[in-house]
């Protein structure tokens, strides 16, 4: 493949030899789409993703003897963003079929997965990511992967450069270029991959990161793709960067519109304190192996009950979500997920966007859910799942007063667009990496379906699956958690 991230060329220059490999367990071969199962318990509120809303996908899907290709297209209602986004797919596309015709002789089995992520959505921006892994099953060196992202203003359909969003001088893209690299080399140090300050150099600036993704108002997120380290392990690599230091060159229109800038003749805001260190302690196993947390919301329902005994099957701990008003229906349920020793976390009692309430209103979803868990398995869950993902400061202050922090994640599946089991595995599959937070929900019959499959596929890349307090440790009252770094 020609179209590999920067991350990777210079894996290749400095690791040389070390094949690419490391997806192949991330490509199975794509399942004919199961026919999907209708569920009928508690549904109608968790259709709509703050994240999501009017993005839908298309779906383009090849099997044959030669290939399985799997490629989705977000669609947008903003044709040009769609357009800038397809091209770009188109490309990569078009660049496997190439490599695939060059080897119509042999009898090896390609394959490619493309789909997207998206990490912010409001009324003027959009930030998305794709991600395109490859494979073939008799020849390693085609087998990599590739991430490329981008914010786009809705209102022009244009990418938001850099250069749009840190004024034009070129000293705020030097600093942020500058911090990124030190965050990669930390990332990649602590990762035992050796990299040179001129690798760094060619890899990260404003060639090969034009643009950047919006995380949330302090932070933006650069989801610079896969490192790879050898023939058993991949990773993303996503760097967050605060805004903080940056808020110098931010005194800006654009900036201002998505981010939370500080006007320069204010103090610049303390900077928030870094996640907690892994509950396992060092040399615990989410250091020295690859851990990652299944979460599922919006239950205990008619379907959890199947969902638990997979879990047990597999050994694999999860975290779950659960609504006050279906405790209340299904605390059995909620007992067996606490015995199992699966980890609760509270999502409201009956999931309204919590932005859309008052500080009264919230305390009391967040203390009746508290209070019917305590109740069932003795236990008080120390963090929410905020409905539909959305919070603002408001939300965070009301959480932070009732004790709580607040876990969102870093792989979403859409499950509750997309009622099809080998979509949802493959969205999980795709999207993980070690101290990842993939969500679903386990009132769907066809997330359920999915779990198995991602269990194996991920299982076989090493992963173990924890819970969310395995997985970042104890969390901090206000804070905001995604994965674990
Ligand atoms: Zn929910």
Excluded at 268 to 279: D, M, N
Excluded at 451 to 468: G, H, S
Aim: charged share 20%.
């Amino acid at each position: 493949m020609k179209r590999f991230l920067f991350l990777q060329q210079w894996l290749y220059v400095g690791v040389i030899a070390l094949c690419l490999s490391v997806i192949g367990v991330g490509i199975a071969r794509y399942v004919a789409m199961d026919s999907a199962t209708a569920s009928s318990d508690q549904e109608g509120y968790y259709f709509v993703s703050s994240q999501y809303n009017d993005i839908t996908s298309r779906f383009s899907n090849t099997s044959n003897t030669q290939m399985d290709s799997i490629v989705e297209y977000p669609e947008t209602p903003y044709p040009k963003i769609n357009e800038t986004v397809a091209k770009t797919i188109d490309t990569y596309h078009t660049d496997f079929l190439e490599a695939v015709n060059q080897n119509a002789t042999s009898t090896n089995h390609f394959m490619e997965n493309i789909s997207y992520q998206v990490y912010f959505s409001n009324d003027t921006h959009l930030s998305l990511a794709i991600h395109a892994i490859y494979a073939s099953r008799d020849d390693e060196a085609f087998s990599g992967s590739s991430t490329e992202f981008w914010t786009f203003d809705k209102r022009t359909g244009e990418v938001v450069s850099l250069a749009d969003l840190l004024g034009n001088s070129t000293d705020g893209r030097e600093r942020l270029f500058i911090s990124l690299r030190d965050a990669t080399k930390r990332e990649l140090e602590r990762r035992k991959i050796a990299v040179t300050d001129e690798e760094l150099k060619d890899s990260i600036n404003a060639e090969t990161v034009p643009s950047f993704a919006i995380l949330n108002k302090k932070e933006l997120l650069f989801p610079l793709g896969r490192a790879n380290e050898g023939s058993s392990s991949s990773d993303d690599v996503e760097i967050k960067l605060q805004i903080d230091t940056l808020q110098l060159f931010l005194q800006n229109d654009t900036a201002r519109s998505i981010l939370d800038v500080v006007p320069i003749q204010q103090p610049a805001q303390p900077e928030q304190p870094a996640l907690p260190s892994t509950s396992t302690g060092p040399g615990g196993y989410c250091n020295t192996q690859k851990c990652i947390a299944l979460t599922f919301d919006d239950g205990p329902s008619i379907h959890t009950n199947r969902l638990l005994d997979i879990l047990k099957n597999a050994k694999a701990r999860a975290t779950f979500f659960v609504l006050g008003q279906n405790v209340e229906k299904h605390a059995a349920i909620l007992k067996r997920e606490n015995v199992e020793k699966h980890e609760i976390g509270n999502h409201s009692w009956d999931h309204p966007q919590f932005t859309k309430l008052n500080h009264a209103a919230i305390l009391s979803q967040l203390q009746r859910t508290d209070a019917i868990i305590q109740e069932t398995i003795s236990k008080r869950p120390s963090f929410v799942r905020p409905p539909y993902g959305a919070f603002d400061s408001n939300v965070i202050a009301s959480l932070s007063s009732a004790g709580h922090s607040s876990i969102l994640w870093s792989v979403d599946t859409r499950d509750w667009a997309d009622r099809n089991a080998s979509i949802i595995c493959n969205r999980a599959v795709t999207g993980a990496s070690s101290g990842g937070i993939i969500i679903m929900h386990d009132v769907h019959a066809t997330t359920v379906d999915a779990v198995p499959c991602i269990l194996k596929r991920l299982a076989a890349d090493n992963y173990v699956f924890v819970t969310v307090s395995e997985l970042i440790g104890t969390t901090k009252p206000g804070q905001t958690y995604y994965r674990a770094r």
